[in-house]
């Protein structure tokens, strides 16, 4: 598109976007980020760029990637951001600049209807309960009169319903041009779309399981992208490792032997051998889901106990299926479906041997143990050099941004994990007025964070101050045992005093009914882990408090985690200062910024451990945040409040 309109004249008042935003009003951050963006659009240059609250970096990047034109993809970590992207703010811009402009929200295969699955669901129609049996045709209706074919559109059936497995796509059943059904494919159907589209929306996970790992439909439309923004970019060094290396789990081993019978048993006249294999791999499988004591946490493979005898379950289940793939061998050259099955064989196989040989000192090999399946993941230690490597081969505009990219108003943290040493670098502060509007409190007298007791002084702590803010409170905690032992000491004392405040607890509810109980309330406590710490937004008074526990320090049992504290550690780098505290510091700014989202919100930042005094590095913790008034005074703080 040809420039019409400057930057400077797009954002001004009277101009463009005050025509039909009400209220709209000129920042000087604003431009400045925006100006920043263009130039890194217009010289094909990477630039990173921190934009605190209130700056608007949404419109600041929007505007040049729009008014320099070509395909822009946008990649967010959150559905919120995709749905505003989609449904208001690049609506706003492209009406604004009036430019007919084709956008798309890209999605990953799960989210979409497979025709074939949900057809051989339906002649097998055995299923896990009646429920289901009466879903399957609710799904057929709706499917037969989609365009999109999206599980979003199914409203009548639960998320949690035990037939999506069932019917929507994978990678792993996907037969491709083969597949009767290629035509009316909705995958394919949303990927021509994403394709033919100005402007594509993608999630962080999409963006590198389907280009990264050379997934040929989402690599289409990348390469000849223009322009690639990351917002939210803070969440790449712990989501693109993932992606980046390998994961099995149990339960894709499971749904092979299942989609196996569903398709083999109604072609083969020696069905009792394929029973028995089936029976061999399933019994084998479960042994393994079972082998762990605890559940919901990662382990490392070198600290799996008894490992010799955890591997020979391993290779015994390796066994079973190299028999399961020699099996298919007779009939894969027949059929497109049986090749495919031959394939995920080989592929698991080639996974699990892969996870149980750890000779790779550049790669951690670990399993994430959920409530009843395994998964075997292994991760590359450091991404940047492939990531580095990417870029180079995708000659485009690469912005990154968020609100938190920065420790100490420092990048090199962000850098170093992604391979932008030479990315130019920005940070814009938040406008808000912190020093007036909100108080950072340390209270005195904390214990030592290991303290056993360490919760019982928290709460007699906080207990003052949430009753000055008349409850309205975010309680962010480090870990999920905290988490509970806060919640049972807080009601324990309120109920003691009578105070009748609803106390919300992460796990209680999904992450937006816990929200909207707490804005319907008004005087709610809300109580969350670390999924808690961002992507919540609560404006106005019915958010004046929120208290941190603990330092959010990583737990050093994470096994990637250890393991690039291991390898910076051999090369003679200090892992804590460039790494440990860097980390943790980018996860407190997340946290602390849940209180200030609007120019006329007032509140209190109450960080309960006493480090961030009394040991050296603390500085940098507080240094990081904005300019809150600070004071360890309890009766400051209560003052305050009580003329919110």
Wanted: aromatic share 10%.
């Amino acid at each position: 598109m040809k420039k019409e309109l400057t930057i400077e004249e797009f954002f001004k008042n009277p101009g463009p976007l005050s025509e039909i935003i009400d209220n709209f009003h000129e920042r000087e951050d604003q431009l400045k980020m925006a100006k920043i963006v263009n130039e890194a659009i217009e010289e094909k240059d990477s630039l990173i760029i921190e934009a605190g609250t209130g700056v608007g970096k949404t419109f600041s990047y929007l505007v040049p990637a729009l008014m320099n034109g070509g395909k822009v993809v946008i990649s967010t970590a959150t559905k919120n951001l995709q749905d505003q992207l989609f449904l208001k703010d690049i609506p706003t811009i492209r009406n604004a600049l009036k430019i007919p402009v084709e956008i798309n929200i890209l999605k990953g295969r799960s989210n979409y209807i497979c025709q074939l699955r949900m057809e051989n669901a339906l002649l097998e129609g055995q299923f896990l309960n009646k429920e289901d049996a009466k879903y399957i045709h609710e799904i057929k209706k709706i499917a037969d009169h989609s365009e999109v074919g999206e599980i979003s559109e199914f409203n009548t059936i639960p998320e949690t319903s035990t037939i999506w497995p069932f019917v929507t796509s994978t990678k792993d059943n996907c037969l491709g041009q083969d597949c009767e059904f290629f035509k009316s494919c909705f995958v394919v159907k949303a990927r021509k779309k994403a394709i033919a589209s100005e402007i594509v929306i993608v999630n962080h996970h999409l963006f590198f399981a389907d280009f990264v790992l050379k997934d040929a439909d989402l690599s289409e439309i990348l390469p000849k992208a223009d322009t690639v923004i990351f917002d939210e970019a803070h969440q790449i060094p712990q989501i693109a490792p993932i992606f980046l290396g390998e994961n099995i789990s149990t339960n894709q081993i499971l749904y092979l032997v299942q989609d196996a019978n569903q398709i083999l048993l109604k072609h083969l006249k020696d069905k009792e051998k394929l029973i028995e294999l089936s029976r061999l791999i399933n019994d084998s499988t479960n042994s393994i889901n079972v082998y762990f004591d605890k559940r919901n946490y990662r382990v490392g493979i070198e600290k799996i106990e008894k490992l010799d005898f955890f591997k020979d379950k391993i290779n015994n289940l390796i066994d079973h299926l190299d028999k399961f793939c020699r099996f298919f061998d007779k009939y894969s050259e027949q059929d497109t479906e049986f090749k495919n099955l031959k394939e995920r064989t080989e592929e698991i196989i080639n996974k699990l041997k892969k996870w149980i040989n750890y000779e790779d000192q550049s790669y951690v090999h670990w399993a994430d143990i959920f409530f009843k399946s395994v998964q075997f993941n292994v991760t590359p230690i450091s991404i940047a050099d492939s990531f580095r490597e990417f870029q180079e081969k995708n000659k485009a505009s690469w912005i990154f941004t968020s609100a938190t990219l920065a420790a100490n108003a420092s990048f090199d943290h962000f850098q170093s994990l992604m391979g932008l040493e030479n990315a130019k670098t920005e940070l814009l502060k938040s406008p808000f007025n912190y020093s007036k509007n909100a108080y950072l409190y340390v209270p005195e007298d904390m214990p030592d964070v290991s303290s056993r007791l360490f919760n019982n002084h928290l709460v007699g702590k906080i207990y003052p101050i949430i009753l000055a803010a008349q409850g309205r409170t975010f309680i962010l905690s480090t870990s999920i045992k905290s988490m509970n032992e806060i919640k049972s000491l807080l009601k324990d004392k309120f109920e003691k005093n009578n105070i009748n405040y609803p106390i919300l607890t992460q796990g209680e509810s999904s992450k937006i009914k816990l929200l909207e109980q707490f804005k319907y309330h008004g005087n709610a406590i809300l109580i969350g882990s670390l999924s808690f710490w961002e992507g919540v937004d609560v404006r106005g008074k019915e958010l004046s408090l929120v208290i941190i526990d603990k330092l959010p320090f990583q737990s050093p049992g994470d096994p990637i985690f250890e393991s690039k504290i291991n390898l910076l550690s051999a090369q003679g780098i200090n892992a804590f200062m460039t790494f440990q505290l860097p980390k943790a510091i980018i996860s407190l700014k997340q946290g602390a910024g849940r209180l200030i989202r609007d120019e006329e919100d007032k509140g209190v930042l109450m960080i309960c451990d006493s480090r961030i005094i009394s040991k050296p590095y603390g500085r940098s913790f507080w240094q990081s945040l904005p300019s809150f008034k600070r004071t360890r005074n309890q009766e400051d703080v209560i003052d305050f409040l009580n003329h919110l």
